[in-house]
């Protein structure tokens, strides 16, 4: 045996982190597995169709073809909301174009998404070689620099980096909670490298030793010593993972808390310390009052934009903590190198149990009238019934529209919410609804679409159904874009859609489906329909005005006209607005 051998031989021996070797393929699949993903969406190209078949060799993860990259931008974005880690493949160029716009509501909402683009082969980079999927001037950096305006992180895998820039970046999706993007150049997917032998391990950084007790101990001292505490918290409360410590915290103190509209459903609604959601001035008198009058709010991921603050109306005590996911604000002083589920731990542990705080009252939900089971149906009776309708448990996906109106339901408990509030992409609930069903089959999923955002990613419930999945979709047919109307065009035509025959989709996706579709048009038909079994897909399409709108989702179009267009904008013009009901 020569000297060198020895020698590797016991350097491997001593090694903590013994090595194998691997195809580039097979070990990305491989973290891809360890880090718990079980499912890859995306549309196949040749760029990516090595890779591609060591998925199919493996057997490991299955391969969930969308219509188009824009939906598994969605799908893998949906499945990771349930997942908590998500990841599509697409191929060069064409593919991640198609899918920022939905990387980068990724992005927005603080959901770690990994997009992989099988990419121009290194042996063209090297020689200078044009290929299709390319802009033909000899350049290969558009779409990674593209996708460094939306994604976290970035690479270029190659042969010498491939084993170190994998694992840094599926970390750093999952540390952040945020998207990044992969090239895998389609020569190197059968490339045999050494990799590490240990599986990928998940977990966030260690927090400081001193920085750690020493902001558990501001925080602590500050809300103990407070005679109205309160917790605000946003989507990355949900992202984190601290529903669990945020109740406990609530619990110990008698403190009530609120969520923003962006993280409804993050905490159980029906608990008793949750008094609903937080907007300013669109907020219930109660939770409003609680927020704003608290002597110390402990907020969470905080990020105030206008539709998640009642157009700017919501305003924060002065002593409020700022807690993110790795730092925390407190008075002056900023906490570096926290996590936020040990932060709050050591909160809880250190607070003492109050007993004398009155627990706050529930927020109420939708208001309701008893309507005429004849009568035509309005949004006021669906919402209603809709309320009726929901069960423990359920997964519900809002899409922008009026079908934001299920943000002012009261759920029941151990539901899931998935909307995407900052980011607002039409189509997005589509795709989310196939990624969310693929990672979590045997709940019940509900979608609350209108016609014009379901217009945008239709074709993804052919995907949907040949996976037999069974939500349940309720879709408005109002012939347009009513929340629209509210900012301007309350009559015109660029605010029409065609009609389409919605409720006949499933049988034109799936000729022998079992699916059930309706088209409702009365309070009675509805009520029907909802006593309709789930054990098939149910498409429920209901025909409502184009002016009908519940007041919440006018007022605050209405707003928006006046912050999007300024006070000489056109929207002051006679009857160009869809306004309240008077
Ligand atoms: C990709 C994209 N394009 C355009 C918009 C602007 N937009 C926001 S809501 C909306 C209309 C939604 O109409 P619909 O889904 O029919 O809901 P409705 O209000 O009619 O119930 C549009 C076009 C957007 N949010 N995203
Ligand atoms: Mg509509």
């Known amino acids: 045996?020569?000297?060198?051998?020895?020698?590797?031989?016991?350097?491997?021996?001593?090694?903590?982190?013994?090595?194998?070797?691997?195809?580039?393929?097979?070990?990305?699949?491989?973290?891809?597995?360890?880090?718990?993903?079980?499912?890859?969406?995306?549309?196949?190209?040749?760029?990516?169709?090595?890779?591609?078949?060591?998925l199919q060799d493996a057997g490991a993860l299955k391969w969930i073809g969308t219509c188009n990259e824009l939906n598994a931008s969605y799908a893998a974005d949906?499945?990771?909301?349930?997942?908590?880690?998500?990841?599509?493949?697409?191929?060069?160029?064409?593919?991640?174009?198609?899918?920022?716009?939905?990387?980068?509501?990724s992005c927005s909402e603080h959901v770690p998404v990994i997009c992989i683009s099988g990419s121009i082969p290194l042996r063209s980079i090297d020689r200078g070689l044009g290929m299709h999927h390319t802009m033909a001037d000899g350049t290969f950096d558009h779409f990674l620099r593209a996708h460094a305006q939306?994604?976290?992180?970035?690479?270029?895998?190659?042969?010498?980096?491939?084993?170190?820039?994998?694992?840094?970046?599926?970390?750093?999706?999952?540390?952040?909670?945020?998207?990044?993007?992969?090239?895998?150049?389609?020569?190197?997917?059968?490339?045999?490298?050494?990799?590490?032998?240990?599986?990928?391990?998940?977990?966030?950084?260690?927090?400081?030793?001193?920085?750690?007790?020493?902001?558990?101990?501001?925080?602590?001292g500050r809300i103990s010593a407070a005679k109205s505490p309160a917790i605000l918290f946003d989507a990355d409360a949900g992202r984190f993972g601290v529903a669990s410590e945020l109740m406990e915290l609530a619990e110990k103190m008698q403190a009530p808390m609120a969520a923003i509209n962006a993280a409804k459903a993050v905490i159980d609604e029906t608990f008793p310390h949750y008094l609903g959601i937080y907007a300013g001035k669109a907020s219930e008198p109660n939770v409003r009052e609680a927020i704003e009058t608290s002597d110390c709010l402990l907020s969470i991921g905080y990020r105030p934009i206008e539709v998640t603050t009642g157009d700017f109306t919501a305003s924060l005590p002065t002593n409020t903590i700022h807690a993110r996911g790795y730092s925390v604000d407190v008075g002056d002083d900023n906490y570096q190198a926290v996590t936020l589920k040990e932060v709050l731990r050591g909160v809880i542990d250190a607070v003492?149990?109050?007993?004398?705080?009155a627990p706050g009252r529930a927020a109420a939900a939708v208001a309701g009238t008893r309507a005429d089971g004849s009568a035509k149906l309005t949004q006021a009776a669906?919402?209603?019934?809709?309320?009726?309708?929901?069960r423990p448990g359920d997964v519900l996906y809002v899409d922008n529209g009026t079908s934001f109106t299920i943000l002012g339901l009261k759920l029941p408990p151990n539901c899931t919410f998935v909307g995407s509030i900052n980011w607002g992409s039409i189509g997005y609930s589509v795709g989310a609804l196939l990624g969310a069903l693929t990672a979590a089959p045997d709940r019940r999923h509900l979608l609350f679409i209108g016609d014009g955002s379901f217009q945008v990613s239709a074709q993804e419930l052919s995907t949907i159904l040949r996976h037999d999945h069974k939500p349940v979709i309720f879709l408005i047919n109002n012939g347009g874009y009513t929340i629209e109307r509210g900012y301007l065009g309350k009559t015109e035509s660029y605010n029409d859609v065609a009609n389409w025959a919605y409720a006949?989709?499933?049988?034109?996706?799936?000729?022998?489906?079992?699916?059930?579709?309706?088209?409702?048009?009365?309070?009675?038909?509805?009520?029907?329909?909802?006593?309709?079994?789930?054990?098939?897909?149910?498409?429920?399409?209901?025909?409502?005005?184009?002016?009908?709108?519940?007041?919440?989702?006018?007022?605050?179009?209405?707003k928006g006209a006046e912050l999007d267009y300024g006070p000489r904008g056109p929207q002051h013009r006679e009857n160009v607005q869809l306004r309240p009901a008077m």
């Not at 820039?165 to 050494?194: C, F, G, H, N, Q």
């Not at 669906?382 to 929901?390: M, N, P, R």
């Not at 009675?524 to 409502?544: G, H, Q, R, W, Y």
Request: with cysteine.
């Open 504 to 558: 006949d989709l499933p049988k034109v996706f799936c000729p022998d489906t079992s699916a059930r579709s309706f088209v409702v048009r009365t309070v009675s038909d509805l009520k029907n329909v909802l006593a309709t079994p789930n054990d098939t897909m149910i498409f429920v399409e209901s025909i409502m005005d184009a002016h009908d709108a519940p007041a919440a989702v006018i007022i605050s179009s209405n």
């Open 1 to 54: 045996m020569s000297a060198l051998t020895t020698k590797s031989m016991e350097a491997k021996a001593m090694s903590s982190n013994p090595s194998q070797r691997m195809k580039i393929g097979d070990f990305l699949l491989r973290r891809l597995y360890e880090a718990g993903i079980r499912h890859l969406f995306g549309v196949p190209g040749d760029y990516n169709l090595a890779l591609l078949q060591q």
């Open 150 to 220: 939306v994604t976290a992180a970035q690479a270029r895998l190659t042969p010498r980096n491939a084993a170190t820039e994998i694992d840094r970046l599926i970390l750093t999706a999952w540390r952040e909670k945020l998207p990044v993007y992969m090239e895998v150049p389609s020569d190197i997917a059968y490339l045999d490298i050494e990799v590490p032998a240990d599986p990928l391990i998940l977990a966030d950084p260690p927090s400081d030793p001193e920085r750690l007790p020493s902001c558990i101990t501001a925080i602590a």
């Open 382 to 390: 669906y919402w209603q019934a809709i309320q009726g309708y929901l």
């Open 78 to 105: 949906g499945y990771a909301r349930l997942n908590g880690l998500g990841a599509l493949l697409v191929t060069n160029g064409v593919g991640p174009l198609s899918a920022i716009n939905g990387v980068a509501g």
């Open 352 to 357: 003492p149990r109050v007993t004398s705080r």
